[in-house]
């Protein structure tokens, strides 16, 4: 097998992991569970804190301790462990404590599967996001494997366990992954650097002004992305789309991502990273506004393919920007940095804002969808506007 072969399965079943129970949980949570906005919230905030620990804990042993394929390993087999009891826990305060423990094994591993990518290709412009493109078809397939698979043509596999479905099929698979990452390319650590913490040679990174009105956009825009994640689910069944369908109808987001990463090289070469990063910005607007019209429902479908310019042109172009930049002992502590950031703190901050801006403009158990997605619509545009006007690339 090939290196690359071995690394888009890496991303393939990854990201399968967290979009077996992401997309359609927070309608679980809310309907059949009965909790509050506020809480789906806080329980969504914690992958993101998880996010927030990479480049502290698993960048720094990956960077001066670990081979990174081991500890990708560990990590997932260990996560298997909190999904298997989440899919039957009931109480807030169950699944929340659970959740906790998976987002602090799982959070690492976002980064360390770009780190591990752009180990082993120096070419990151031009391969990157032919390998990160097998990561969306595996959220595109978990979610057809969910909607469609299981729910309509096979309910007898899952069914009987009880609890959510997602979250058992979720734990299968990261027992898979856990077990294909004994066969990735050997990942040694840097072993040597100018710190013995490789962490604190990422934040170093933070003196460089352009670098640090990039981490700031970055982060706004971040925040704006749970707006997408918790609520389209909710919004796209008030708007008329059938009971449980969320996960299959989501998957056009994906497939649109799929289309932009075999592009990415073409873009990268043509407009340049800043130009790249540019577009997906204005995106983010653009499908907000749509979602504030709130219809009609073929232009609400429509614009899900926008994810794709959204998460490819700012989110992959962003881990390749920080990629170039960084110095070489401690590139997988960057990538926690830009993950602590966009994936971290971001979504944490994102994931309760958007919880709050849908309890502020719910009346009784309806909420007005059209203001809510104002929000993030005047936010985005505000990025966009800073982006355009401060941000310089800097090369290494």
Known sequence: MTIRFRLSVMMLLEYMVWG?????????????????????GAIYALLPIGCMVAPFVAGQ?????????????????????PLYVMATATSYEGVWMWMCGWAMLFGPTLALTNSICFHHMPAAEGDFGLVRVWGTIGWIVVGLLLGIGLREWLPMLLGPLGGFDGMWLACGLSVVMGLWCFMLPHTPPAAKGESPFAFLGALKMLKDP??????????????ELMFYFILTGPFLYKV??????????????????????????????????????????????LRYAVFAMGGPLWLVLASLSLHGLCYVCFFTASYIYVDEIAPVDVRASAQGLIAFVLLGAGLVVGSWFAGY?????????????????????????????LFVGFFRVKRA
């Open 20 to 40: 077996a129970w992401y997309p359609d949980f927070s309608a679980y949570l809310g309907k059949i569970l009965g909790f509050t906005d506020g809480q789906v």
């Open 61 to 81: 042993i990956a960077d001066r301790y670990f081979p990174t394929d081991r500890l990708l390993a560990v990590l997932h087999l260990l996560g298997a462990v």
């Open 210 to 223: 352009q670098f640090a009105i990039f981490l700031g956009i970055a982060f706004v825009v971040a925040t």
């Open 240 to 285: 008329g789309i059938g009971a449980g369908s969320a996960p299959a109808w989501m998957a056009i987001a994906q497939g649109a991502e799929i289309v932009t990463l075999i592009f990415l090289p073409k873009m990268l070469k043509s407009w340049g990273i800043r130009g790249t990063m540019m577009v997906g910005i204005l995106a983010w607007p």
């Open 357 to 385: 801006v849908s309890d502020m403009f719910r009346v009784g158990t309806e909420v007005d969808y059209s203001k809510v997605f104002l929000v993030p619509l005047v936010l985005t545009v505000l990025c966009a506007a």
